[in-house]
């Protein structure tokens, strides 16, 4: 279902979600994005570079967080731009995995051009991952 | 091996690349990023909607995008920022797939922060994907 812009203001919180993310899923990103540094997926390398373990790919990190405002938008080609500032790694041990908390929250809405901007707040462990995450999603704007 | 900012300069190009995307990697990237909406694995679903076919996940875009600064920076945490607007999908054919032309220009270098600046270009068959694809690099500061 498309968004209803007579429905969305600033202040809106989107439905917050947890993304687990393992060794598995960042071997999986690697041969899907070409990205194939060590550092997301080698231990030994990784703790060379004086990290605790692995880290996932920014991209994958960032990917995961946007994919709540394409599923609230209900298309995902609804979002437009999206950018970010990337503040810390998402550690994943070899054991367990890690967990990324992603919300959302509107903090724009331009009825004439039925931009809905919305400002994600990324964190694992509580501690921001992403820094200004922000993605512009197209609206169907309503006929006056 | 880290970015020598004594030899970057603006109008500096990176080594272009193409990056091959098809079905099968779709399919890898909604595995490993837990986007799997129909408009990037269902040819069907995509005709529905009134596309030529699939098309790839704009992440998957940005993603592979990316991976040649983060290359060209030697580190792939040297990437600090990164923002792009949507404005064409990649569209991948069942038989043969897409390649998508990336290239990237430094367009700024700050010497005091050590950010450096570089904007991507990134088109298939000859169509602009992203737009304003601009990443920052921070690299390491020579010592005066």
């Known amino acids: 279902m498309a968004l209803d812009l007579l429905h969305v203001r600033p202040g809106l919180e989107l439905p917050r979600r947890t993304v687990h993310v393992d060794w598995e899923r960042l071997v999986a990103y690697a041969e899907a994005s070409g990205d194939h540094n060590p550092i997301h997926q080698d231990e030994e390398f990784a703790h060379s570079v004086g990290l605790p373990d692995v880290i996932a790919h920014g991209m994958w990190t960032m990917g995961a967080a946007v994919v709540l405002v394409a599923d609230w938008a209900g298309d995902p080609t609804a979002v437009v731009s999206y950018g970010t500032r990337f503040v810390n790694p998402v ?46 999603v197209q609206a169907p704007v309503p006929v006056p």
């Not at 550690?91 to 919300?103: H, R």
């Not at 039925?114 to 995450?133: N, P, Y």
């Open 91 to 136: 550690v994943v041990p070899a054991t367990g995995g890690a967990d990324v908390e992603v919300s959302g929250v509107v903090t724009k809405v331009d009825e004439e051009t039925g931009r809905v901007t919305v400002e994600l707040s990324v964190t694992c462990d509580g501690t921001k991952v992403l820094g200004r995450a922000v993605a512009v």
